[in-house]
Antibody, heavy 121, light 107 residues
Framework: QVQLQESGPGLVKPSETLSLTCTVSGGSISSYYWTWIRQPPGKGLEWIGYIYYGGSTNYNPSLKSRVTISLDTSKNQFSLKLSSVTAADTAVYYCAREGGWSSGHSLFDYWGQGTLVTVSS | EIVMTQSPATLSVSPGERATLSCRAS??????LAWYQQKPGQAPRLLIYGASTRATGIPARFSGSGSGTEFTLTISSLQSEDFAVYYC?????????FGPGTKVDIK
């Protein structure tokens, strides 16, 4: 059973860089789109972007200038960096796997439990 | 970007009753539409993909329909564990986008 677990600081100061890591267990990090999704408190879900096993990335245009997603295959981890944060970046950040491609579809089939990151001085 | 809208924002239903949730896409997403259920403090859980295919382990009381721009999630007989927020999500285009959610609460 694939499991994902987010880790990183729960508090980040405005203008600084938010950094989170997702550790994947129970399966290989090969293939699939390894994805970050966030959810501001009491609000809906926003797709941030993904990294593919080969290293290619795809980011939400609304965040593209501030986002970097990277992969460490030796540790079965992928990471998110979001620069120049403001209070609007306060959210629960989820890592997820987009896969299920054998079905002919592309699904967020595994999710981490989420981690709340608050941007505040 | 494809904008997803959902209605109603809140649906009050009695246990055992039927719930019908709607989702609309700003342009066609074919059948590349998924539904997720989210309970407080939990990550979303995949319910339906391909607009109408139940994910593994999802009870038969959940069903999805639609294609193009109009989609429906139906819960045939609400159980206590079904009271939650439901999101639709398109995976036809980038960026992936979600609807704002429909909260199903107890009447």
């Amino acid at each position: 059973q694939v499991q994902l677990q987010e880790s990183g600081p729960g508090l980040v100061k405005p203008s600084e860089t938010l950094s989170l890591t997702c550790t994947v267990s129970g399966g290989s990090i090969s293939s699939y789109y390894w994805t970050w999704i966030r959810q501001p408190p009491g609000k809906g879900l926003e797709w941030i972007g993904y990294i593919y096993y080969g290293g290619s990335t795809n980011y939400n245009p609304s965040l593209k200038s501030r986002v970097t997603i990277s992969l460490d295959t030796s540790k079965n981890q992928f990471s998110l960096k979001l620069s120049s944060v403001t209070a609007a970046d306060t959210a629960v950040y989820y890592c997820a796997r987009e896969g299920g491609w054998s079905s002919g579809h592309s699904l967020f089939d595994y999710w981490g439990q989420g981690t709340l990151v608050t941007v505040s001085s | 970007e494809i904008v997803m809208t959902q209605s109603p924002a809140t649906l009050s239903v009695s246990p055992g009753e039927r719930a019908t949730l709607s989702c609309r896409a700003s342009q066609s997403v074919s059948s590349n539409l998924a539904w997720y259920q989210q309970k407080p403090g939990q990550a979303p859980r995949l319910l339906i993909y391909g607009a109408s295919t139940r994910a593994t382990g999802i009870p038969a009381r959940f069903s999805g329909s639609g294609s193009g721009t109009e989609f429906t999630l139906t819960i045939s007989s609400l159980q206590s564990e079904d009271f939650a927020v439901y999101y639709c999500q398109q995976y036809n285009n980038w960026p992936r986008t979600f609807g704002p959610g429909t909260k199903v609460d107890i009447k």
